[in-house]
């Protein structure tokens, strides 16, 4: 494993231009004397592979990368519902189980529960579950004061990390890096 | 690590009676000669922590019950989107990278990018990113014949697992164990 090396985990890895965020990204990391590994650095030639083969490639090379990183600052803004990027989501607890620091942020500043009743129609107190608010499908809507899921936050916070917070509107909440700034300045704080 | 134990995944954990559907998969485990274990099975004194500190509580007695745990069966149904629980997905990355076997099924048999595509209402074909289709964002729609991002779907084949799918309507999608129980099958076969 090479110490001081960070996961740079996240959604942006769907822009049109991935490389342009990865490198401001490695620049930041790299004025904090980290340095930054960004999910496209691994060059794959899946010419000829069928999707499946593809993606399979893909997933085992992102695995291979994480294991060579002391720590993960994942993208936690939201995506395409109330909830983080599953795929970033799975990068976090998959360093966190292998020990080292998860650090988190968003530019999303609501908390989780109220985002998903937003997304589903529901308001703060409704009710409908026996522990809390339903969804229309009666499934609890989850609230411990929390940027997403408490797995995700609560490993975060287990790791040593933290989870940075922003409040960033439109298509700009993919690329904004001042929360993910602050993660990297924490972390070097937490590493010394 | 108990042998032969399960880790039972998934967001019916938010369903109104979580004791039911964590027994009715109990069953199909002792079926075969597992033992499931539901996350509800930890019982938390949460009395007067706040709520962050309640979340911190469950995540932490999540993540003790999983290195418990010799496999995990994970429920990926998408939830609130078009992924899977974003909790569930992390759950599954943090087995995976505990190097044990992780198997998931879905009761959504559309392909991740064609439920993406519905979901954020994009015809498939209609381009818009360099790599393929976009979201109205500009981001990439992922798209390799796969049940959802590549990490979850990758890191299941990788572990020895495998992804079950069925076509489930309704409230029942969260449900209906048939999909669950061809993976406890294919479990009891892969681990002899």
């Known amino acids: 494993m090479a110490n001081e090396t960070i996961y740079l985990a996240g959604p942006e890895v769907f822009l049109p231009d991935p490389d342009a965020i990865g490198d401001a990204k490695k620049r930041i990391c790299a004025a904090h004397g980290f340095v930054g590994l960004f999910p496209l650095d691994k060059a794959l030639d899946l010419a000829g592979l069928a999707p499946l083969e593809a993606g399979l490639r893909i997933a085992a090379a992102n695995e291979a ?104 509107d439109g298509p700009d909440r993919f690329t904004a890096l001042a929360a993910f700034e602050r993660c990297v300045k924490e972390a070097r704080a937490v590493l010394g």
């Open 65 to 168: 990368l994480m294991r060579d990183c002391a720590l993960i600052v994942a993208n936690m803004t939201p995506f395409r519902g109330p909830s983080m990027d599953a795929g970033t989501a799975y990068e976090m607890a998959f360093m966190r189980a292998l020990g080292r620091p998860v650090f988190g942020y968003t530019n999303d500043a609501r908390l989780f529960a109220d985002r998903t009743r937003a997304f589903v129609g529901v308001t703060k107190g409704a009710g409908g579950h026996p522990r809390g608010d339903a969804d229309p499908d009666g499934l609890l809507i989850e609230d411990f004061a929390m940027a997403d899921n408490l797995m995700m936050h609560g490993g975060a916070l287990a790791s040593g990390g933290v989870v940075e917070v922003d409040q960033v």
